[in-house]
């Protein structure tokens, strides 16, 4: 049997994967979150039901709630402040929660866990060098994962995000190779499906198919994003999880298939059976990052994963559950 520990594990990756991990022979997962972000919901109260799982409510931030675990074999550290409008509100709370959960996260795996051979994944964002393009002014397309991490202003709110993941991408390669553990770094580049929150693209197209809104407005129409499906998303994170060749390594996770978002937006329409008479298309400014997407080769090399959901089953998926479980007011 594999202990494995998801930090932030009620969140929308952690959830995800901790169904995928019980649903398999062999794992017991644990799940610790403070409810900072996720919802104690009806999808986790059937995951907790189950005699695989536990949940516990706990802030991460502080070092005694690290204090009394031990014996995970796998540990997959998710914790942190996702969520673009929280980085421009509390950059500063984005930025502590962020290092203070790398901090101890990383000083117990170390000295507490007890575990031989136990590994840690960590997760970072294609964010830590998102900033490359602006300090640059190129990235090569699809963009590998030695491209350089760059905070171009510090002033910038939104920089608190990218620079935690940053800072702690070198927190756990040096952590590592000092105290000679096992660990891997991700990053996710654009996930999608059930229960992502509200602020995201699809969300908020499907909330507005929903609302019928008139003329019906496309962000950034002209972008380019490569979308990953979250069940394909987890299948890679735990198959870097259970592959030595990937051990002090970093992992582009995405798809080679690379969406306008307008035609993704049109595909929401077909999906949904309502076309808006008028379109109120907005381009993005000149400077912003018109495409995004993901040299997934190494993962593919070192595990065989690739993704494999075509984006308009996703979508299906995604809309349904959306329709089903629509904004709450005042969110
Ligand atoms: N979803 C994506 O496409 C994406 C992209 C890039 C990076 N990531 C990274 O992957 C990880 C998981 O992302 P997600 O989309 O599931 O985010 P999420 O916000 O849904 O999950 C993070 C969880 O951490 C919890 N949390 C926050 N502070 C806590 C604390 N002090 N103690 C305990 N729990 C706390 C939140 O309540 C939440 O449930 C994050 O580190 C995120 O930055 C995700």
Known sequence: MKRVLITGGAGFVGLHLAKR???????????????FRSQDDAELATLKALPNVAVREADLTRKETWDDMSGFDQ???????????????????????GVSTILHGLEWFRTKNKTPNAKIIY????????????????LPLPTPESVPLVVADPYNPRSSYSAQKLIGELFFIHYAKAYNFRMSIVRPHNFYGPRAGYEHVIPEVVGRVSAKVEPFPIFGADDTRSFCYIDDAVEAIQA?????ATDSGTYHIGTTEETVISDLVQNIFVLMGWK???????????????RRLADVSKIKKDTGWE?????????????EWYLKNPKPAGK
Do not use: C, W
């Open 123 to 138: 997760t970072s964002s294609n964010e830590a060098y998102g900033d490359a393009l602006k300090a640059f002014g190129q």
């Open 307 to 319: 993704a494999k959901t075509p984006l308009e089953d996703g979508l299906k998926k995604t809309i």
């Open 240 to 244: 870097v999880m259970e592959s030595s």
């Open 75 to 97: 540990v997959y550290h998710l914790v942190g402040i996702n969520g673009t409008r929280l980085f421009y509100e509390i950059p500063h709370e984005v930025l502590r929660i």
């Open 276 to 290: 808006p008479q008028t379109l109120d298309i907005k381009n993005s400014p000149e400077g912003s990052v018109k």
């Open 21 to 35: 991990l019980a649903a398999q022979d062999g794992y017991e997962v644990y799940i610790v979150d403070n409810f």
